[in-house]
DNA sequence: CTTTCGATGATCT
DNA sequence: GATCATCGAAAGG
């Protein structure tokens, strides 16, 4: 799922865009907040697929996760990147940056620039203010490890469309 | 350009 | 008390 939801478009009351890095988060992997079982930060990763998973992070951000596979399976894609296509302007509210390839480059990011916090952890994705769109054509993506973890390093489960210009980091594949 | 470090709070040991 | 699925400002080259 994590593949596959590059070049999908994801909008939170009309603003979003195309996602261009995930990342795929398991139970049996000891990177993921899942890892070891159900906790009361991480019940939605436990629920039915299709939700959000919505956690603080550092203290200070939220990052966003899709629930995926079975309800009970503890699987999860970390949205770590879009291309901004929708609500540009209320994007450059949310975050005050100079360059616009700063608005969602980084999970940070994209929360802030699309308004999601805590209070949307649980929330089905099939529904308003929520809008998951298929890409209109597959993307083509990369493999490489993860960001920012210190366990499990090695997994290549990170995923990133092919030179795109708008993840949070440049360059660089695996 | 790259590296370092502080912020800030929930979670885990 | 340590760690953390981060970011951005500051410092260094």
Redesign the pocket.
């Known amino acids: 799922m994590a593949r596959e939801l590059v070049g999908w478009t994801f909008l939170v009351d009309g603003v979003g865009g195309a996602l261009v890095e995930t990342?795929a988060?398991a139970q049996d992997d000891p990177?993921?907040?899942?890892f070891?079982g159900p906790?009361?930060?991480?019940a939605v990763?436990f629920g039915p697929p299709g939700h959000l998973?919505v956690y603080?992070?550092?203290?200070?951000?939220w990052?966003a996760?899709v629930v995926c596979e079975r309800p009970g399976r503890g699987a999860?894609v970390?949205l770590r990147a879009l291309e901004p296509t929708h609500g540009l302007d209320r994007m450059r509210l949310r975050?005050s940056?100079a360059d616009d390839r700063?608005l969602c480059a980084?999970?940070?990011?994209?929360t802030q620039a699309l308004g999601l916090t805590g209070e949307d952890d649980g929330a089905d994705l099939s529904r308003p203010p929520f809008e998951l769109r298929p890409a209109p054509t597959p993307a083509v993506v990369e493999r490489t490890t993860?960001?920012?973890?210190?366990?499990a390093i090695e997994q290549p489960w990170r995923y990133v469309e092919a030179g795109t210009s708008w993840s949070?980091r440049r360059r660089r594949a695996a």
Not at 39 to 42: E, F, H, L, P
Not at 56 to 61: D, E, K, L, M, Q
Request: proline share 3%; net charge positive.
């Open positions: 990342e988060y990177a993921s907040h899942s070891g906790t009361r930060r991480n990763m998973y603080r992070s550092y203290g200070i951000h990052c996760n999860g970390l975050r940056v700063l980084g999970p940070g990011r994209l993860r960001i920012g973890i210190s366990r949070s």
